[in-house]
Structure formats: structure tokens, C-alpha cells
């Protein structure tokens, strides 16, 4: 941006200029050369004078403008629209420059203010950029303040390359000056902007990407405690400020170019901590209490009831926060996203409520599927098809099996994720079988292998055996396929060098039969030749059978007498001996190395894993019912919070109760006289933590149960 080290000038274009002194050279009055310099201004010397900071070397700057009808915005003291005002302000020693005042002193005079101090980087990498911009960079409140009163543009927007995001070095703040502030954790210069009476910044201003400084914060953060802590800091700081100074404005209702409001984006990019912070967020200044996603009903010692607004939270709303993370495949951490109250009760209520029957019904009737295709399968008539129908009991039970196997593989083609293949399969056997081809049996019979595999999908409805799948999962997806694609290239390239290397013997002369793998001088040929002569054995000429006389030896079963009567047998057992320790000891070994750390690793988050594969499920079902009974079906309760002096704030809640030893001693300013509710929520699993379960401190303590809320909001 400002370096000693490269060339930041920019070649000037051709120009016609004007020699103002001309009469005074007919009249042999012209200045010597070396005073007429010492006066003149010129874009290196005016930048070699404001990085130094020195205002002497500037003195005669305004005459020389003046004289020669010049202003310090002209394109002429720019280079790729850095001015001598931007130049400066790269230039900061202890936050000053005095060149600064001087220079909006003499612009000022000259009446080219506004140009100078909006004048905006032109180049593709820093495009956009203004002085304002700078000045904040720079983190000098006092420059910032001076740029606003001479009348700078607080939405000047910083498009450049570097200010993108894109993979090389970058620098994303939302283009805005306000949204840099707020990223460069600036809380003092971000009040000014919003409440200066020069000129205030419009918070819902957005960039080019729909990002407004919300969103902007919301990209920043990254998950450390510390990044964690100052987002949501300034988070909340904008979020109070903005709806003080403008009470109807609904910032985080606003969404950017991609229809993302801030905690959907926070949701999309996998920002925990914000994230969190966004869903716990709760007020309790009167003021600013609707801006609370979280409510405190009541407080009874260690036990927490909690209203969490579901607005943007609950999949009964098109593209929410819950569809984002569980269908969005790119969040590395979505699974520990979903643990995150109040997401996690919301799925157990759904699971309990309908998915859980819902899944079991779909259970019984996959079972009833794959029972009759399996029957199907075993009564099936040989010969070449299609059969014709016999008119009896066994043929009419046929045809209907076949019928109903056929509308469960289309329903599947359609719907179906997981059994997929399995449908494109049957359907692949279906045309083979309507065209004659005996060749549909090979597609029917790896689509009945593939069903009962797929069976396994409803394991994830039961706990153990859902971590169990899991595993198996993971080690089928990273595992074993990695293993199989470095032992494919093995198997291969030994079995061609057996084949090149290994040569038959030639037979006696009295000899005529030909060995099965003979080719009659047509050359090695990949399947074996059929002969009619089937007691002769096959050899390793034959690549097919080569490749499977290598599997063998990887699993301790290959026979060395094929090598019998054979030339260059030390060749054949070197490479026969590599290709066993590679295979055999090395890659099988490594193989169990890696299952096992593949185990130990996801025993620790498989039962995570295990839930967003339910929360898949569970949303999957969701979206197969009709909409009136999704309405009637939803999670949670209407309440109007009252969260605004004489005005109502319905929204849609749900309840949480907790218990949590570690606050209970700190809440007792919210303890009401009458905890409870009697459309409460199952208490939270970490109830066991205590040092008595939830149920006997409700059987000692509470005694009785009925809702609260009311009570709460009016105390």
C-alpha cells in the first residue's frame, strides 16, 4: 500500500501543457532554472515532503497553486488515485502527521475540500479506498474526526481485490468505513460514526456482497476465545447503539446476498462462539430487552427454565438455522453446533413427538420390501426372459411381488438418498428384462445384496447401534478406500509384469493338445480362453487369472505350482516377495493401524456424529408431511414477552429447563415465588452432574409446578 520498495508512481499520459512564462522569455525576463524549481510542486516532491512530516518543505505550496491555477485534487498529484492527503496518512509517527492540517488548510482555501478527502484508490487491489479509510486503519480517532467535519463520505466502500476475500493475502471488513472500525475493534471511533452530528453512517449501509457490519463481524470471527469474546463485544455494542438511536429497526432481520441473515451466516460458516453467543443472548435493561434471544422464566436454585426464541431457529421456517447446519455438508463443526441449546432439546422433542413413530413405521414397511423382494428373488424362473404369466396362485403372487418391488425402486429413485444405487440397479434390470437379455440377473442380484446393506440406514434411530454405523461408515468412506486405491495399483502393475515376464513352455511334439490358456498366436488375451479341453489348468499368461492368483497370496492362500516348467523363476519370486511384503505385511497392517486409530478417534465424537445423522432423519420426515400437519406438529409456544413498555412482542418460544450447580448461587436477583410450568420441556440430560438428580431436588424442593412466566415478566 505504502512502501520505500517499489515503484508506486504512475506513468503520467501524454499532455498538452501551456508555457505560462512564455512572454516573459520573448521579453528575456524569465527566471533562472534553478529558482523557478525551487517554487514548483510536483507529485514526488509534494509525497517526499508529507512522509517525512515536515510542513517546511511544504511552505509556498499554496502560491504556487494559486499562481499556477492548480488544486491538490488535480489527477496530476495523484498516482492510481493516491492523493497527497492518502500519502500522508500512511505516514503516521505517534499517530500525527502535521502535514495533514496543513494540506485541508490549503485545500480548503483553494475549494477543492470534498474532492481532496474523497478521493478514492483507482487500481484493482486497493480500489475504493479513501482517507477515511485510512485514517481508521491507522487507528487515529483524531484524524477520523477531522476527515467527517471537512466532509468526508462515511460509505466510501473498499471493493479492491485485497479487500475480498479470496485466497491469496486479503484483508475482508465489509468494504465500509464503519464495518472496519468495528472489525479492527475501534469502539470509540464506531460511536462517532453513529452519533457525530457531522454526518452519521446508515448501520444497515451493506457492501457489495449484501454484508452489513453485522455480517461483516460475523465473518471475522474465527473461534478463539480471545477473536470470540471481542466479535461478540463489538456485536452487541453496535446491536444496543443502533436500536437506541433507532428504536424500528430490525438489524438482524436484514439479510445479504445470499438471503443470510447474521445468525444464519454465523450458522453457515461454522462461527461457534458467535453462534452461541447469538442464541444466549439475553438483556435485561428494559430498553434493549427485545433484542433478547433468550428469556429467564424462572430460577429455582440450580434448576433454569429459559423461553429461546425460535425465530430463524426452527426448520418449521423456510431456510432456518437448523436446515443450514444439518444439510450443509461444508461446516466442519456442525455437529458440535447442534449440541448448542436450544438446538439439541428441539431435535429430541421432534424425535419424540412424531419422527420416532414416522421412522419406525418406514422401518416396518422397508423390511416388508425387502422380505418380498428377497422372495422374489429366490422364486425366480430361469430361462430367457421376459416369462410369460401362468394363470395360477405362484405366477398372480409373482407378479404382484415384482409390481410392488418395482414402485418401491421408482419411490426410492425419486426420494430415496441413501438407496439410490440400489434403485438405479433394479431399474437397470427392469429394461435388461423387458429386452430379453438374460444379463438382468447380474443388476438384480447386486440390487438385493445392496437393499439388505442399506438396511443399516435405520440403525441411526437407535443409539448404540447408530454409533456402531457410524464407525463403520467412517471406516468404509476414509479408510478402506484409501487402502483400496493404493492395492489396486499394486495388484495391477504386478500382475503385467507376471504376465510379461512369465513365457510357456514349449510342448512335445507328439503333443497336440493346447494348454486352456493358448491364443493360437492371437497374443495375451484379459479373460481366459474356453477350450473344450477342461482339465487343462490355466496359466499365468492370462492377466485375468493372474490378477487372481495375486489376490489370493494377499490373503495367505496363493499356490506357487502354476510357476512349475516356467523361465526366469528368480525373477518371478523377487517380484512375487515384493509384492507380498507391500501387500500382504505392509498395506494390511497399515490397513488395521488406521481402523483402529479410526475407532479410538470416533469413539469420542461418533455419538455427536450419530445425532446429526438422526437430525438428518428427522428433518428428512419433517419435510414429507403436509403443511397443516408440520402446523400442528410445531415445537414450541406463542408468548407475548412484553419486552416494550405498552406494546406486545408475540414470538414463538421454547422452553428449556436446566439444572446447572455451577450458577445456581448467581441468579437469585430472578428467583420468583412460583417456579415451574406445566408445559414444561424434559429436563436437560446434564441434570446428573449435581449431586442429586433433578428428580428428587423437584420431589424436596418444588413440591408443586405450574407456570411462572407471567409473574417473571410483570416482576
Known amino acids: 500500500m505504502d512502501s520505500d520498495y517499489q515503484d508506486e508512481l504512475e506513468e503520467a499520459a501524454p499532455k498538452i501543457r501551456f508555457n505560462l512564462n512564455f512572454d516573459k522569455e520573448v521579453r528575456c525576463l524569465e527566471e533562472n ?7 514548483r510542486f510536483d507529485i514526488k516532491r509534494l509525497f517526499e515532503a508529507v512522509s517525512t512530516g515536515d510542513v517546511m518543505k511544504l511552505e509556498g505550496l499554496h502560491q504556487y497553486l494559486h499562481q499556477s491555477m492548480k488544486k491538490l485534487s488535480n489527477t496530476e498529484y495523484q498516482s492510481y488515485g493516491k492523493n497527497v492527503l492518502l500519502k500522508a496518512l500512511l505516514n503516521l509517527r505517534n499517530g500525527r502527521n502535521n502535514t495533514i492540517e496543513y494540506l485541508l488548510d490549503i485545500s480548503e482555501k483553494m475549494g477543492d475540500i ?83 452530528d457531522y454526518q452519521r453512517v446508515d448501520v444497515r449501509e451493506s457492501d457489495s456482497l449484501g454484508n452489513m457490519v453485522l455480517h461483516a463481524l460475523v465473518m471475522l470471527a474465527d473461534n478463539t476465545p480471545e477473536n470470540t469474546d471481542f466479535i461478540t463485544s463489538m456485536y452487541d455494542h453496535i446491536l444496543t447503539t443502533a436500536a437506541r438511536l433507532h428504536p424500528k429497526w430490525r438489524l438482524e432481520d436484514m439479510e445479504n446476498n445470499q438471503g443470510l441473515t447474521t445468525i444464519k451466516l454465523a450458522a453457515k460458516t461454522g462461527k461457534i462462539g458467535l453462534f452461541k453467543h447469538m442464541m444466549h443472548r ?67 422433542e421432534k424425535w419424540d413427538r412424531f419422527a420416532a413413530r414416522m ?14 423382494f428377497t422372495a422374489v428373488a429366490y422364486n425366480r424362473k430361469k430361462g430367457t426372459p421376459p416369462f410369460t404369466l401362468e394363470h395360477n396362485r405362484q405366477e398372480y403372487l409373482r407378479l404382484a411381488g415384482q409390481l410392488f418391488i418395482t414402485v418401491g425402486a421408482c419411490y426410492f429413485f425419486i426420494r430415496g438418498v441413501c438407496v439410490f444405487l440400489q434403485a438405479i440397479f433394479f431399474l437397470a434390470s427392469s429394461v435388461l428384462y423387458c429386452c430379453g ?29 447408530g454409533i456402531y454405523s457410524v464407525m463403520i461408515q467412517k471406516m468404509i468412506l476414509s479408510d478402506i478406500l484409501r487402502f483400496l486405491f493404493v492395492y489396486v495399483t499394486f495388484l495391477f502393475g504386478f500382475s503385467a509384469a507376471v504376465v510379461t515376464l512369465l513365457m510357456e513352455p514349449e510342448l512335445p511334439a507328439n503333443n497336440t493338445a493346447q494348454p486352456i490358456n493358448s491364443t493360437d498366436g492371437r497374443g495375451r488375451t484379459f479373460f481366459p480362453h474356453i477350450e473344450e479341453d477342461l482339465c487343462s489348468k490355466p496359466t499365468f499368461r492370462n492377466i485375468s487369472h493372474t490378477i487372481m492368483e495375486l489376490f489370493k497370496f494377499t490373503i495367505g492362500m496363493g499356490d506357487l505350482e502354476f510357476t512349475e516348467g516356467y523361465q526366469y523363476k528368480e525373477v518371478f519370486y523377487m517380484l512375487l516377495i515384493s509384492y507380498i511384503v507391500l501387500t500382504y505385511i505392509l498395506l494390511l497392517n497399515m490397513l488395521i493401524a488406521l481402523m483402529s486409530r479410526t475407532v479410538e478417534k470416533m469413539s469420542l465424537e461418533s455419538t455427536s456424529i450419530w445425532k446429526l445423522q438422526r437430525a438428518i432423519t428427522i428433518l428428512d420426515l419433517e419435510r414429507s408431511l403436509p403443511r397443516c400437519l408440520r402446523t400442528r406438529l410445531r415445537s414450541g409456544v406463542d408468548k407475548d414477552l412484553g419486552t416494550r ?41 446434564t441434570h446428573n452432574r449435581g449431586r442429586f438428580s433433578a428428580q428428587h431436588w423437584h420431589q424436596s424442593r418444588l413440591g408443586h409446578s405450574f407456570c411462572s412466566f407471567k409473574c417473571s415478566i410483570e416482576q
Open 114 to 196: 470534498k474532492e481532496l478527502v474523497n478521493a478514492a484508490y483507482t487500481d484493482s487491489y486497493y480500489k475504493g479506498q479513501t482517507a477515511l479509510h485510512i485514517a481508521i486503519e491507522r487507528r487515529s480517532t483524531y484524524f477520523v474526526e477531522l476527515l467527517i467535519k471537512k466532509g468526508a463520505n462515511v460509505h466510501a466502500k473498499a471493493c479492491g481485490k485485497f479487500f475480498q476475500l479470496h485466497d491469496g493475502p486479503s484483508f475482508y471488513f465489509g468494504e465500509l468505513p464503519l464495518s472496519l472500525a468495528a472489525c479492527t475493534n475501534q469502539p470509540e471511533v464506531v460511536d462517532f460514526l453513529l452519533e457525530n
Open 33 to 39: 532554472k534553478e529558482d523557478r524549481d525551487s517554487k
Open 645 to 685: 413498555t405498552g406494546e406486545k412482542d408475540r414470538r414463538w418460544c421454547f422452553r428449556v429447563e436446566e439444572v446447572n450447580w455451577n450458577k445456581w448461587n448467581t441468579n437469585l436477583g430472578i428467583i420468583n415465588e412460583d417456579p415451574g410450568c406445566r408445559d414444561t420441556a424434559r429436563l436437560s440430560p
Open 359 to 372: 421412522f419406525f413405521l418406514n422401518f416396518l414397511v422397508y423390511l416388508v420390501y425387502i422380505s418380498v
Open 437 to 465: 437379455r438374460e444379463e438382468y440377473l447380474g443388476f438384480f442380484v447386486l440390487c438385493l445384496a445392496l437393499s439388505w446393506v442399506n438396511l443399516l440406514y435405520f440403525s441411526r434411530g437407535y443409539r448404540h447401534m
Open 282 to 348: 439475553e438483556f435485561q435493561e428494559r430498553e434493549t430487552r427485545h433484542l433478547s434471544r433468550k428469556f429467564t422464566e424462572w430460577v429455582y436454585g440450580p434448576v433454569h427454565s429459559s423461553l429461546y426464541d425460535l425465530a430463524s431457529l426452527d426448520s418449521y421456517e423456510k431456510n432456518s438455522v437448523l436446515e443450514i447446519i444439518v444439510y450443509s455438508s461444508d461446516i466442519p463443526n456442525r455437529h458440535e453446533m447442534l449440541q448448542i441449546e436450544p438446538l439439541n432439546r428441539l431435535l429430541e
